[in-house]
């Protein structure tokens, strides 16, 4: 086989690759017929990160599960803490905490923490924000996740987010905010944060 067949072939394999990529399908293998150092260092590179993308992919499906459990009227409390006890193999975090929307969407509350620093946790059960205007409302008009990698920066250039800087005061440096979306309804966002940086990819 010359190597221009190869290489015809090697392209076709990757937007296959890709294809299923797109389409969720993050097991990837190539066959190991070349001795093209670059090529393999390629190939390899792909499988690692159809492999981070499947491992994010099952986080979010399962946090789009508990809206889903939320919705149906599992008991709230009881969903969180099982993703705490959980998730460590899905997402880095030495906290969680989750935030619910009053009925008019004009504020968000606190409503539930857990972190394994319990003693030093200064945004608890009450603590109240609006909705308009702040980094939450854009979470939510693009129904993505948010990840932010190193928050004393953010902090730096946005002064003025008191929650901001309450979660910096906990010691925590990274987070990943992801909105809860029920029946295609947002009820609130759940907060993984790290004391490391980044922790986040």
Known sequence: MNDVTLSVQRLAS????????????CSLSFPKDTNIES??????DLVQLAAWLDARLDGFNKIQEISTEISKGSVLDEVLNRIYDTFHEIIPYDR??????????????????KSNYPEKVMIKNGYTAFLSGS??????TSQQPRI????QL???ENPNSLSTKLIVAEGIQSSLTCPLIADGK???FIFF????????P
Do not use: M
């Open 14 to 25: 990757y937007r296959e690759a890709i294809k299923k990529i797109k389409q969720g399908k």
């Open 39 to 44: 090529i393999l260092d390629f190939e390899s």
């Open 96 to 113: 969680i905490g989750c935030a619910l929307i009053s009925d008019d969407y004009e504020r968000v509350f606190a409503h539930w923490t």
């Open 135 to 140: 980094s939450l409302e854009g979470i939510l």
């Open 148 to 151: 932010l990698n190193d928050l």
């Open 154 to 156: 953010y902090l730096a």
């Open 186 to 188: 947002p009820i609130g």
């Open 193 to 200: 944060s790290s004391k490391e940086k980044p922790d986040y």
